[in-house]
């Protein structure tokens, strides 16, 4: 990608931090703009110009980022920044934030411009590192791809939403292999089973990489937004056991910030 494209970077949670340090560090040009714009700060000082309003971050961009919580969130930044956008503009939207929103959101933009839903796989470990698997819907102009490029391996999914859908398939078999295995590993724990036997042989069977999620260390997908994926899945289909998956995730109020890793039981 031509390291002149302005990119403007909206959302700097727990993934768009360290997507938009990968991006800055990269040597791309990078507005950045956050609700709470302290969070913003270390990046500005590592070179990055902070926005006080989306309007204002996107409106000389040639490329604009959003990584929002929600669809709700997404929504409200973009009726701030949709006016703003000029012809011409490339909009990716990584948020996780299902089909529906996206085809709304493609429907209001100004003209001359493009909406790519690029939601991605991993967590901050890979974002920082570029190594994100990035689900591509909808047009894939040269910008809009070089700019993907950068933040990992690139899956074009189809026409607008479809990266959004895939996102939902691929996030809720994770969740709900992680579910499983916690569910297991309680089984387990009741038959008087050894938590390090436990882990190291369910490791060895389909569920290695659900093992693997419910004890990473180094990765944080609050259970509060696993529950928003999850909810956002069975509002297309009927889910018994994701709903299951739902109310196991939310009964846990006090474990919302932490990560789903924190839903395994303690010996």
Not at 45 to 72: K, Q
Not at 238 to 260: F, H, I, N, Y
Request: proline letters at 8%; hydrophobic letters at 50%.
């Amino acid at each position: 990608m031509d390291k002149t494209h302005r990119i403007a970077f909206l959302g700097l949670g727990g993934m768009g931090t360290p997507m938009a340090r990968h991006l800055l560090a990269s040597g791309l040009p990078l507005t950045v703009w956050n609700r709470t714009a302290a969070r913003a700060r270390p990046l500005v000082e590592a070179g990055a110009v902070l926005a006080a309003t989306p309007a204002e971050a996107v409106r000389d961009a040639d490329v604009v980022i959003t990584m929002l919580a929600d669809p709700e969130a997404l929504l409200a930044v973009a009726g701030e920044m949709l006016p703003a956008l000029r012809p011409g503009t490339h909009w990716i939207d990584t948020s996780t934030v299902g089909p529906d929103t996206v085809r709304a959101l493609a429907a209001r933009l100004p003209d001359g411009v493009t909406l790519t839903d690029a939601p991605v796989m991993g967590s901050v470990d890979r974002a920082a590192s570029g190594d994100l698997w990035v689900l591509a819907g909808g047009p894939l102009p040269g910008p809009v791809a070089g700019v993907l490029e950068r933040l990992g391996e690139v899956t074009e999914c189809g026409p607008a939403g479809s990266g959004a859908a895939l996102k939902l398939v691929l996030i809720n078999a994770v969740i709900g292999g992680v579910a499983l295995v916690n569910e297991t590993l309680r089984l387990g724990q009741a038959l008087g089973l050894p938590a390090g036997m436990l882990r190291t042989e369910l490791a060895k069977g389909p569920l290695a990489g659900a093992v693997g999620r419910a004890f990473a260390e180094d990765s944080h997908f609050p259970v509060a937004l696993a529950a928003k994926d999850v909810a956002l899945a069975t509002a297309h289909a009927p889910l018994p056991v994701l709903e299951a998956v739902r109310a196991a995730l939310t009964g846990r109020p006090e474990l919302a910030e932490s990560d789903l890793s924190a839903l395994r039981p303690a010996w």
